[in-house]
């Protein structure tokens, strides 16, 4: 038996790693940088534990929770491994074991929190220590713009280079763009030795459902499997608050978590789940990392998470012992909606956003999935694998039916406006539905108008969701929402290539009032455009974002759509300090473009006299070289054209006071009569 064999069964317990753990051990205890991605319960923390015991010096492990590390510093000691964390939990006494322990030479994992990374003298203190290997526990927080992010982590690559000694990486959830971002953050670019040991939870059962009454939905799933652990997740805190409430009438044990609650409370609810049998926590995605508990036998989802990251790393925390555990996700139009408004109201970069708009149409996909969910899961990262066997859908084959003609018509509308609107404007080219955005824009005439009516309205809007599932559409950010075809969509629009589907998810409403819109569909992503515009103004300001402008006014831009600095001065809100600070970076939002206007004549916007400057100035412009056009050029200066519009001069006498007899005698008539045309 091997010397790692030897420790695994002497120390830990096992008699035999788990399928890709002793790879993984060997590469890490040679001190080769190793880049682990393996699924949830496969026994990541092994495969820096044991390594760590094979080799002299302390490993440090960078880890993001506290209640985490505390968990495997216990089970370690348990087993005979000194080990010790300094986190901002630790009693004064903690502290000083963990520093004698270190100065005795005795211990052997050190656990620390990215954010001590922070402090001046970490790596000092680590080099200090004699640290020879460093290992990064979900290593997928160093994404800048993935679900977990931590900033600190982005110091890890730093400490690695300061220290000079080994790095292992670890994570349960990192697409081939995660991946390439933590070698870069972490590895500086170099590759470490990878090792991608499947997606794959086969133990786990997937399901989805179209929301139709979703506390029903949920309370119905938790009867079914009542006293066993299990987690709900919401996507807003005081869903949470009602569910629990809700499960509890049903004689449920269940309890709330989100990260509006007082740390003493969370920790209270942690602790309650990691010891109590048979508890549902309702929770906001706050909970969940590190969460250790073997048993939790399902998982649900109230709401559709933010991508397939984010349900693949949630739906892992159930059946980690190996067991049959089983998940439901719910999702609706509202979710869908939700998910956009919060990608284009971030601060990403446009190909961000764009990226992040792809991920949430992989989810859609998975969602509105044919055939087994488990072979489109894998899929998603790079796995082939068989029907499962295990799913809602290799259970009952969902009813499909061919979809090429109605998508083509689909596509049809979208290319004949130019790719510039959004599905409700599409749907009402293509039902025939005559507003004032359809006739002001001629749309009633092209000849896509109308070829739909035989489609209802709700239908239209299932098949434009599952284009989006199938990514044949993306919305654009830039175009405020716009859905722009992807290359996938070609073959279809041009006949080429016919496409499926489902007939099941077209129809189905949820048995609740719709969620009332701020704004119309159409501009609802502009909205969001100007949201984000008004928090990175807020955040830089370090004010409240209604400091700067308040719903309201953001609500009359989206609406009304002002083109120039005259008609933003005239929304609601928009006094003439805030349209000299904001003006031209909310009219770029919405128009593309800043304002070009003299500055001069940007003083008098939305008054009366900003008007008599513009008829005055073309005034001008026309008598430049006189009536004739024959005469020695002259002009009239902006700030002079700016008093005659502020005093309105009545006579010939008051206007050469203003311009002097020379300009008098060429602009005087012509200025007077466009002043008294005013009147």
Known sequence: MSGAATLLRDIFGFDAFRPG???IVTAVANGRNVLAIMPTGGGKSLCFQLPAVMRDGVTVVVSPLIALMRDQVRALRAAGVEAGALTSGNTDEETASVWQALEDGRLKLLYIAPERLAAGSATGMLRRIGVNLIAVDEAHCVSQWGHDFRPDYLRIGELRRALDVP?????????????????????????PETFLHGFDRPNIHLA???????RGQITRFAATRKGQSGIVYCGTRAKTEGLAQALGKEGHNAAFYH?????DARRHVEHRFNTEDGLIVVATVAFGMGVDKPD?????????????????????????DGAPAETLTLYGPDDIRLRRTQIDEGLAPPERRMADHARLNALLGLAEALKCRRVQLLDYFGEDTQPCGNCDL????????????AVRKALSAILRTGEWFGSGHLIDILTGKVTDKITARGHDDLPTFGVGKDIARPMWQGIFRQMMGHDLIRPDRERHGALRMTDPAIPILKGQAQITLRRDTLTTQEHRPAVKMLVSDEDAPLLSALKAKRRAFAESARVPAYVVFNDRTLIEMAETRPATLDDMARINGVGAKKLEQYGDAFLEVINGEAAQMHPSRRKLAGRAAGSLYDQLADAQ???????????????????????IAEQRPNNP?????????KRAERFGVAFLDVLQSAE
């Open 621 to 643: 412009l026309q008598l430049e070289r006189g009536v004739d056009g024959t005469d020695k050029p002259m002009s009239v200066s902006s700030s002079l054209i700016t008093r």
């Open 259 to 263: 990260g509006g609650m007082d740390p």
């Open 21 to 23: 753990q002793e790879d």
């Open 296 to 320: 939790i036998r399902w998982v649900a989802h109230a709401d559709l998470p933010k991508s397939i990251e984010s349900y693949y790393q949630e739906i892992g925390r159930a059946g980690r």
């Open 394 to 405: 290799c259970d009952t084959p969902p009813s499909t039916f061919d979809g090429t003609e």
């Open 167 to 191: 790095l292992a990486a670890f994570t349960a959830t990192a697409d081939a763009e995660t991946q390439a971002e933590i070698v870069q953050k972490l590895f500086d670019g170099e590759a």
């Open 208 to 214: 989805f459902q179209a929301k139709d009454g979703p």
């Open 653 to 661: 006498t008051q206007m050469a006071r203003i311009l002097g007899d």
